[in-house]
């Protein structure tokens, strides 16, 4: 029982196996209970809990042992897999130090490219599932409590990801982390490599005591939905020292990548929205990365609106970065003009996705409810002036 972890046993996954699939948490309780001791058939359906939510979600099924903290915290098992496969990329020969690992998601990724690998972390029930994690791989991994701050012994490359609610609640100024920022700053500038997980709306300025240290930054995306920013500093930055990337992944590995600097595109001028055929919407990695502008430079588009994620352009864009639709017609957003242009497509329910309005899509759709039978797609869209309708070609897939 790896540092004392007393779920890791025979006995209780043979009683957490009876259960598995039960809903009901008295049912489950009185089961554990017939063939467990009290406080251990307590404990057990506290992680049939955690188990029956972390199925079907983004973490990697092969993390069995868990805690609440460490299930809303670990790293995706896609992004997971990405990071070690470009630490394996940068530094294949390096001892890596996974310095806060939770319940072992990182250290998981990385043993399994059969890299080494020190874990730690200061909790020690955490600790106690990432060892239970981890155990079964029999890699060439060291298992140990460490304070993150203070490296247990010489290794190569380190992974740190700071917790922003060291006292439960959610914490915005980086110095309150745990460990602060300047602390991960300076521990990147003493290793050869490392790779710091952030908050993807943390402004890139508050990392200037970087200096001359090489790095990169890379906004991550999984499945549309917006993960993480990766600091990449040291060996690990490689090709991306100096530079911003949009990475957007799927579960079996990265679909699209995009590189740039910030830039701010004049959108469509008054009136240009009915010439509009294709609308296009960047992935949420490339909009936090502030990489529409040359997004949209590359792909012929321009935004829809001042400062919007909204790109139009005659043609579909070919960027994977980019989810399109064919625009049918426009109108602006004006109930009476609204009802008339979904009256022509027979349009009735609507789905509505929105930038710039302050109603939510739920009110809009129930506002602009047109009086056909075909289900539509509506964006509406806060243009220079006022605010624009898009009726758009509902995709073969939905």
């Avoid at 955690?50 to 995706?76: E, N």
């Avoid at 079964?136 to 203070?150: E, G, I, K, Q, S």
């Avoid at 992974?159 to 920022?181: A, I, K, N, Q, V």
């Amino acid at each position: 029982m790896p540092f004392g972890n007393c779920l890791d046993s025979p006995a209780v996954e043979r009683a957490l196996t009876q259960v598995e699939g039960l809903d009901d948490p008295l049912a489950v309780a009185t089961r554990l209970r017939a063939s467990l001791p009290i406080p251990l058939a307590r404990a057990a359906a506290g992680l049939h809990d955690l188990r029956a939510r972390a199925r079907g979600s983004a973490l990697d099924q092969d993390l069995r042992f868990l805690t609440a903290k460490g299930l809303q915290q670990a790293t995706a098992g896609a992004v997971a897999a990405y990071r070690a496969q470009r630490i394996c990329e940068f530094a294949p020969d390096s001892l890596i130090w996974d310095a806060t690992a939770g319940i072992g998601a990182d250290s998981l990724a990385l043993l399994r490219r059969d890299l080494r690998v020190v874990t730690s972390d200061l909790d020690t029930q955490t600790l106690a599932c990432a060892a239970s994690n981890l155990a079964h791989l029999r890699a060439a991994n060291w298992v140990l409590r460490a304070d993150a701050t203070r490296p247990p012994c010489r290794v190569d490359v380190i992974l740190l990801d700071p917790d922003r609610r060291p006292h439960g609640t959610r914490e915005g100024h980086p110095e309150r982390w745990s460990p602060p920022m300047s602390t991960c700053l300076g521990l990147a500038r003493a290793n050869k490599g490392a790779c710091i997980k952030l908050p993807p709306g943390m402004d890139p300025t508050q990392l200037d005591e970087l200096g001359d240290t090489p790095h990169g930054l890379q906004w991550i995306s999984l499945a549309g939905q917006l993960r993480e920013l990766a600091l990449w500093t040291g060996c690990l930055a490689g090709d991306l020292a100096g530079e911003r990337e949009a990475l957007m992944l799927g579960p079996a590995g990265p679909l699209g990548t995009f590189r740039g600097t910030p830039e701010e595109l004049q959108p469509l001028e008054p009136g240009q929205l009915q010439s509009v055929k294709w609308l296009a919407e960047p992935d949420p990695a490339v909009i936090r990365a502030g990489l529409v502008g040359p997004l949209a430079r590359e792909q012929g588009m321009r935004p829809i609106g001042p400062r919007l994620a909204y790109l139009g352009s005659d043609e579909r864009p070919s960027s994977p970065m980019l989810r399109s639709w064919r625009v049918l017609e426009t109108s602006a957003l004006d109930p009476k003009r609204v009802r008339a242009m979904l009256r022509r497509h027979n349009v009735g329910p609507l789905t509505v996705k929105k930038r710039g309005h302050p109603d939510d899509a739920q009110t809009l759709a129930r506002r602009f409810k047109g009086p056909g039978e075909q289900h539509g797609l509506l964006a509406v869209a806060r243009l220079e002036k006022g605010h624009g309708a898009l009726l758009l070609e509902v995709p073969a897939e939905t």
